[in-house]
């Protein structure tokens, strides 16, 4: 099937107020465009190198949204125009973004990145450190950031029932995020998970925005 009619597919599949990130690493900007021409406007990236080139070469009504894990000398490289960052884990990260925002005269928007996964491979928060965070002086002298949400990455496993439960957990990190809205910088209504693998089961656990790549591109 071409790149335009498994969009088609996946979008049919979707309630109406979740929203599809269509992740392009590693593909070429020929299919990206292919893509765009399908009418997709969100496109998800893994290396802020990869994204700086691509966003050059492609139309400006992109959003880019970053959802790798994020080093904090290369921030500079995306602060002009990347429109969410899916993985900030830590607050000094978060304490870069700001700055880099600030420099660009902009807010960047951000989601935390929660561990839910029993693999220790894959990055993010435990409750307690999320906690810390959002309880910290340091977030709210940060004008230059918001945080719009959460995500996260479920095991790679067959195992449905524990897929589901990673969710659920996640699910529940985001309601304790609620809690927290009346900081000026977060405005938590973003819950960003599922993946090709296992988006429908993250839909029926309240996700709001799926990171779908291998199901549009084909495998990487
Ligand atoms: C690669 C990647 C995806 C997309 O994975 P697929 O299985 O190809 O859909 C989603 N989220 C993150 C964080 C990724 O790195």
Known sequence: MSIEQNLNKIRQSLPPEVTLVAVSKTKPVADLLHAYQAGQRIF?????????DKAAQLPNDIQWHMIGHVQSNKVKFMAPFVSLVHGVDSLKLLGEINKQAAKNNRV??????????TEDTK??????????????????????????????????????????????????????????????????????????????????????????????????
């Open 44 to 52: 998800g990236e893994n290396k802020i190198q990869e994204m700086a």
């Open 108 to 117: 960047i928007n951000c989601l935390l990145q929660m561990h839910i996964a």
């Open 123 to 220: 990055f993010g928060l435990d409750a307690g450190e999320l906690k810390e965070i959002l309880e910290s002086a340091q977030l709210r002298s940060m004008a230059h950031v918001k945080i719009c949400g959460l995500m996260g990455m479920a095991s790679f496993t067959e195992n449905v029932a524990q897929i589901r439960s990673e969710f659920s957990q996640l699910k529940s990190h985001f309601d304790v995020l609620q809690q927290y809205n009346a900081l000026p910088n977060v405005e938590p209504t973003i819950l960003s998970m599922g993946m090709s693998g296992d988006y429908l089961i993250a839909i029926e656990c309240g996700s709001t925005m799926i990171r779908i790549g291998s199901s549009i591109f084909g495998t990487r």
